[in-house]
């Protein structure tokens, strides 16, 4: 089993940025890639970013290359997601997800999931 813990979300002005964390517990290793979704209330969760196990590949959607980026911290257990250029659109609870598998962009693909974190962007 592993336990994740999304911390980071909040409200922020169009523009500003916000970096996401998550902390993870329980059987955790480097073979756990991560991956970051987002959901919206009434729509499905949708694929942010991802990283592998050993965080030598990432991945993004399309609408967020070049605003955000995915990183990892094995000594504290923890994944991350910088967030710049915030848009409106950008407005969604956030969750993180452990896989055994490589860069995947279905939710169905990931094993555990934290509670989420919500974001708020304002115009």
């Known amino acids: 089993q592993v336990q994740l813990v999304e911390s980071g979300g909040g409200l922020v002005q169009a523009g500003g940025s916000l970096t996401l964390s998550c902390a993870a517990s329980?059987?955790?290793?480097?073979?756990?890639?991560m991956g970051w979704f987002h959901q919206v209330p009434g729509k499905e969760r949708e694929f942010v970013a991802a990283?592998?196990?050993?965080?030598?590949?990432?991945k993004y959607a399309d609408s967020v290359k070049g605003r955000f980026s995915i990183s990892r911290e094995y000594a504290k257990n923890a994944v991350y997601l910088q967030m710049n250029s915030l848009e409106p659109e950008d407005t969604a609870i956030y969750y993180c997800?452990?896989?055994?598998?490589?860069?995947?962009?279905?939710?169905?693909?990931?094993?555990?999931w934290g509670q989420g974190t919500q974001v708020t962007v304002s115009s």
């Open positions: 990283i592998t196990a050993r965080a030598e590949l990432t």
């Open positions: 997800a452990a896989e055994k598998g490589v860069l995947n962009t279905t939710p169905s693909r990931y094993d555990y």
């Open positions: 329980g059987r955790t290793g480097s073979y756990f890639g």
